[in-house]
């Protein structure tokens, strides 16, 4: 069972990037997913969360409006565009999932699988 994370980097403040966590040796259909972020010096931090259809999804307000989690199951794979980016959004992001999640506690952070995560830097 593995999550991968991939397609940060470097930024501009204003800038975009899409992020992917790819699943391997799951189904991710079953499962709610997240992303988490930890900058420096700080602890690690709720984003976003999809449910198991993708038909909702939860924003922490400081990404709201800017950020949007998508997933395709028949890829297993999901989806983080990161538009308008500032510099506080850079930080390490990680992708979670757990199958037991439910909507009222997507924001903690008790999943069950872990991505790697994946650097973003966003340039001022």
């Known amino acids: 069972v593995q999550l991968q994370a991939s397609g940060g980097g470097l930024v501009q403040h204003g800038g975009s990037l899409r992020l992917s966590c790819d699943a391997s040796g799951f189904t991710l259909d079953y499962y709610a997913v997240a992303w988490f972020r930890q900058a420096p010096g700080k602890e690690r931090e709720f984003v976003t969360a999809i449910s198991r259809s993708g038909g909702s999804t939860f924003y922490a307000d400081s990404v709201k409006g800017r950020f949007a989690m998508s997933r395709d199951n028949a890829k297993n794979t999901v989806y983080l565009q990161m538009n308008s980016l500032k510099p506080e959004d850079t930080a390490v992001y990680y992708c979670?999932?757990?199958?037991?999640?439910?909507?009222?506690?997507?924001?903690?952070?008790?999943?069950?699988?872990w991505g790697q995560g994946t650097l973003v830097t966003v340039s001022s």
């Open positions: 979670a999932a757990d199958r037991a999640k439910i909507y009222s506690a997507w924001t903690d952070p008790d999943y069950a699988y």
